[in-house]
């Protein structure tokens, strides 16, 4: 099983309309969690951390569910310059701590 | 504020030749450096961090090495490139050295091997 687990997309969406990604990991010990956008050929950036209250961003929610070990992005309202692949991130203390990725889901905004 | 820099951002490689990308942060003191390589629909693998100068964290088994000579430099090399070394390879920074870090990735280096 992959440590971090997402939807393998990818989603086509028009306009306006409402996206949810889920995202699921393994280890019981992650800590912190996050989400990324990456454009096409384009580097990581962070979208928003995803804290255990939830938290939003203007169009952007996230949640997180330490007991289901899930991990949730929801973009209201969607836009064309929404089209991305969204990165569910996750941290864990390993004595160090370790970042991992998941594999990312495709979003097409289309009008 | 703190920028991070990779070049070359595209590079065309023979099978067999060596390999140097360069990465360096601007901005901040005692950065975290990871490098990533990214396969063409993949996700994220990391190769290498550091937490310190002439200190590297190898996570993968390959015939890719790292160094970080200067606090805000990190080289990624290999000595005879395979067909398999083909990626987007990106480097980052972060600097909390906890699991709230948050990493900032540099604009990457697109490598083909041929």
């Known amino acids: 099983r992959k440590e971090v687990e997402q939807d393998p997309g990818p989603f086509n969406v028009p306009e306006g309309a409402t996206v949810a990604f889920n995202c699921t990991y393994s280890n019981s010990a992650s800590q912190s969690f996050f989400w990324y956008r990456q454009d096409c050929r384009k580097e990581p950036k962070l979208l928003m951390s995803v804290y255990s209250s939830g938290n939003e961003d203007g169009r952007f929610t996230a949640q997180l569910n330490r007991a289901s070990q899930y991990i949730s992005l929801l973009i209201r309202d969607s836009k064309l310059s929404d089209s991305a692949t969204y990165l569910c991130?996750?941290?864990?203390?390993?004595?160090?701590?370790?970042?991992?990725f998941g594999a990312g889901t495709r979003l097409f905004v289309k009008a | 504020s703190q920028t991070i820099h990779q070049w070359p951002a595209t590079l065309v490689q023979p099978v067999g030749s060596p390999l140097s990308l360069e990465c360096t942060v601007e901005?901040?003191?005692?950065?975290?450096l990871y490098w990533y390589r990214q396969a063409a629909g993949r996700g994220l693998q990391l190769l290498f961090y550091?937490?310190?100068?002439?200190?590297i964290s190898s996570e993968v088994p390959q015939n890719l090495s790292a160094s970080r000579p200067q606090d805000r430099q990190f080289i990624l090399s290999s000595k005879k490139l395979l067909l398999s070394d083909s990626g987007f390879y990106l480097c980052?920074?972060?600097?909390?050295?906890?699991?709230?870090?948050?990493?900032?990735f540099g604009p990457g280096t697109r490598l083909l091997v041929l």
């Open positions: 991130v996750v941290t864990l203390n390993t004595g160090g701590f370790k970042t991992i």
């Open positions: 980052a920074w972060g600097l909390l050295g906890t699991t709230k870090e948050t990493q900032y």
């Open positions: 550091s937490v310190g100068i002439g200190q």
């Open positions: 901005g901040t003191s005692n950065p975290n």
